[in-house]
Structures are given as structure tokens and as C-alpha cells.
């Protein structure tokens, strides 16, 4: 298994900026790809973007694509995710996730990022 802990999250006014963290541990050698979902109330859970650890590839969604940054520290299984020029609508709660060899998907417990207008 693998256990994820992320960290970072808080109150921010629009056009600020954030960094979340997530740190994985036990079963790290089988992860393939690390990244983050986002869930905003009443919404559907969105992909915000990922990581892959062999070549470096990231990916984001279309809503963030040009304000946030995926960057990952293999070494400490450790995936940050940038997020700038934050808007309300970002605010959600942040699930960090993690893909293994064997198709598992593990989930973060999620962090909370509110954006004030």
C-alpha cells in the first residue's frame, strides 16, 4: 500500500498563490505516477494534473493549464503542486493520488484551499 500526506493548503485572496505537498510513503517503489484531484461541493471530482516519475511528463486539466505547476522530488516520493493567480472557482478540496505498477490508485485525505474575492 501506499499512504499519501499532503500539506500546504489554506485561505488565499484571488490572484494569490499556493504550493501543496505531498509526501508518499510505504509501497513508493511501485508508483508510476503521482498527482492531484480537486472536488469542489456540489461538484464532480476534477483531474487539476500529474506527473510521471520515469521521463519527468506532466499533464494538467484544461481549467488550470497555465496557472498551475507539477513538479516532483523522487527521491523523497514527494509531488508539489504550484498553483498561481488562484480564482474562486479553484477553491475546492485537493486530493493528492498515486498510481502503481499493479493499477492501484491510492488517494491523500485531502487538503482544503479557499479562495476569497
Known amino acids: 500500500q501506499v499512504q499519501l500526506v499532503e500539506s500546504g493548503g489554506g485561505l488565499v485572496q484571488a490572484g494569490g498563490s499556493l504550493r501543496l505537498s505531498c509526501a508518499a510513503s510505504g509501497r513508493t517503489s511501485s508508483m508510476w505516477r503521482m498527482g492531484w484531484v480537486r472536488q469542489a461541493p456540489g461538484n464532480e471530482r476534477e483531474f487539476v494534473g500529474s506527473?510521471?516519475?520515469?521521463?519527468?511528463?506532466?499533464y494538467y486539466g484544461d481549467s488550470v493549464k497555465g496557472r498551475v505547476t507539477i513538479s516532483g522530488d523522487s527521491a523523497k516520493n514527494t509531488v508539489y503542486l504550484q498553483m498561481n493567480n488562484l480564482k474562486p472557482e479553484d477553491t475546492a478540496v485537493y486530493y493528492c493520488?498515486?498510481?502503481?505498477?499493479?493499477?492501484?490508485?491510492?488517494w491523500g485525505q485531502g487538503t482544503q484551499i479557499t479562495v476569497s474575492s
Open positions: 506527473i510521471t516519475w520515469s521521463n519527468g511528463a506532466t
Open positions: 493520488t498515486s498510481y502503481t505498477n499493479g493499477g492501484d490508485t491510492y
